[in-house]
């Protein structure tokens, strides 16, 4: 993602668009799965990606940039207080 920098929360942001690539891909290419081989599942799902590449059009996002990155902050405080957890007494 642009401007996103290496976190856990970045990469799980990209998890969840890989979630809807794959998401798209079970509705409209392996339901129902009947391929005779991993050639044939591998030569569909290519088919499918540039015949969508040609038509696809941009989501109609309401998540916004700014919403994005007010998660990220979240999600960021999260882990760090997380990993360093505030009045938990030291182990003897």
Known sequence: ?????????????EGRLTGIFFSITQKKVLSPNDF???DE?????????????QTARPF???FT?????RLLDRISV???AAQNPAGLPEAA
Request: hydrophobic content about 45%; aromatic content about 8%.
């Open 36 to 38: 005779a081989s991993l």
């Open 60 to 62: 109609n996002w309401k």
């Open 65 to 69: 940039a700014a919403d994005l990155a």
């Open 1 to 13: 993602m642009a401007g996103c920098q290496e976190t856990r929360a970045c990469r799980r942001a």
């Open 78 to 80: 999260r882990e760090h």
């Open 41 to 53: 599942l591998a030569g569909t799902l290519l088919a499918f990606v540039d015949r969508y590449n």
